[in-house]
């Protein structure tokens, strides 16, 4: 079946420090691809997603390109702040089926 | 408008018990899912709801059931409860699409002593 794998956690960083949370997959088919961020004692929140291959997903800083190639969506940003601090999830959706999620990497950005 | 809204926020119940939890979609939104999310772990899927038919069902045991109702809510049903069902449980919604996103709510957290 399906399957998501995420580079294991926690990851720490300092502020303004460079984050990239890689993510790969499996899937049959040709996914839509999402990454989610979870705060502590909060529900999941969309951050970006991407629907097909070489598509650019962005926002608040971060970016996630769909490699069709290299089977990845690897999250990425620049210049993480405090509040950054979080779970982030990468996810697959194929067709009108349900999500397939990653296992979460914690990510700890120290000021 | 209101985001997804589930019901209670927390419970705790004892092995045995049976338990329900409620979820009230995003206006509009016709199709609800519901994940078990275990402590350090990624949502499980368990169900999907359309229209008010299922659509989807994950890997869990007959012990787990759910409903959708003509105003799109949805109940999640867990009998015989066991310890290993303490889990944050996730409720969302979605318009319909294969490449649209879903809303996810706060979820119900039951611990189970």
């Known amino acids: 079946g399906d399957s998501v794998t995420q580079m294991e956690g926690p990851v720490t960083l300092s502020e303004e420090a460079c984050l990239t949370i890689?993510?790969?997959?499996?899937?049959?088919?040709?996914?839509?691809l999402f990454w989610y961020v979870q705060y502590p004692g909060e529900g999941l929140q969309l951050l970006l997603k991407a629907t097909k291959a070489d598509d650019k997903g962005s926002n608040k800083g971060f970016e996630a390109t769909y490699r069709k190639e290299t089977t990845s969506f690897h999250l990425e940003k620049g210049s993480v702040q405090v509040s950054d601090s979080a779970v982030y999830f990468c996810a697959l959706k194929q067709g009108g089926q349900n999500f397939v999620f990653g296992p979460g990497t914690r990510l700890s950005v120290l000021p | 408008d209101a985001g997804v809204t589930q019901s209670p926020t927390h419970l705790i119940k004892t092995r045995g018990q049976q338990v329900t939890l409620r979820c009230s979609p995003i206006s509009g939104h016709k199709s609800v899912s519901w994940y078990q999310q275990v402590l350090g772990q990624g949502p499980q899927f368990i169900f999907q709801?359309?229209?008010?038919?299922?659509?989807g069902r994950g890997n869990f045991p007959d012990r787990f059931s759910a409903r959708q109702f003509p105003n799109y809510s949805s109940e999640l049903n867990v009998n015989a409860l066991l310890l290993g069902d303490s889990a944050l449980y996730l409720c969302?919604?979605?318009?319909?699409?294969?490449?649209?996103?879903?809303?996810f709510g706060q979820g119900t957290r039951l611990t189970v002593v």
């Open positions: 890689n993510c790969t997959y499996t899937a049959t088919g040709y996914p839509s």
């Open positions: 709801y359309y229209e008010k038919e299922e659509r």
């Open positions: 969302a919604s979605s318009s319909p699409g294969h490449r649209t996103e879903a809303f």
